[in-house]
């Protein structure tokens, strides 16, 4: 089973107040997820939304995802293009690089902005709710 995983994180200052949004696609049915985290960078918003994706594809049962990110950088280390020197991202990536190991076969692909506006939209509403 193949899913398509679009991810975001963001912080309302970087580090500040921080959310996740993740939307989650297999066979034609789709998942959403929203969560305030806390004070986070955006980077590490970026991760632990990564991160609650590919739980979430993992307990459905899914053996291929396409994870669609905004973030080049958080897409850039996974494909090891980059390496990891902030001492809070490292155990996020681990973290990450951990769950990978749980599919047949994972893609992290950068996408512009405008192509992942759900989860971002998701971030924004989880911002905004925690701020209510």
Same mark, same amino acid.
């Given at each position: 089973?193949?899913?398509?995983?679009?991810?975001?994180?963001?912080?309302?200052?970087?580090?500040?107040? +921080? /959310?996740? %949004?993740? &939307?989650?696609?297999?066979?034609?049915?789709?998942? *959403?997820? @929203? =969560?305030?985290?806390? $004070?986070?960078?955006?980077?590490?918003?970026?991760?632990?939304?990564?991160?609650?994706?590919?739980?979430?594809?993992?307990? +459905? /049962?899914? %053996?291929? &995802?396409?994870?669609?990110?905004?973030?080049?950088? *958080?897409? @850039? =280390?996974?494909?090891? $293009?980059?390496?990891?020197?902030?001492?809070?991202?490292?155990?996020?990536?681990?973290?990450?690089?951990?769950?990978?190991? +749980?599919?047949?076969?994972?893609?992290?692909?950068?996408?512009?902005?405008?192509?992942?506006?759900?989860?971002?939209?998701?971030?924004?509403?989880?911002?905004?709710?925690?701020?209510?």
């Amino acid at each position: 089973m193949k899913a398509i995983l679009h991810t975001d994180g963001g912080a309302r200052g970087n580090p500040g107040p +921080a /959310g996740i %949004g993740v &939307v989650l696609e297999i066979a034609g049915q789709k998942w *959403v997820y @929203k =969560q305030y985290i806390g $004070e986070a960078t955006n980077n590490q918003a970026e991760y632990q939304a990564l991160i609650l994706g590919l739980e979430k594809a993992r307990a +459905a /049962g899914v %053996g291929e &995802v396409d994870c669609c990110l905004d973030s080049e950088l *958080v897409v @850039k =280390q996974l494909n090891r $293009e980059y390496k990891v020197k902030n001492a809070g991202i490292a155990p996020l990536f681990v973290k990450v690089w951990n769950l990978a190991q +749980a599919f047949d076969k994972i893609n992290f692909k950068h996408v512009f902005r405008e192509d992942n506006k759900e989860a971002d939209r998701l971030v924004n509403e989880a911002l905004d709710e925690h701020s209510c």
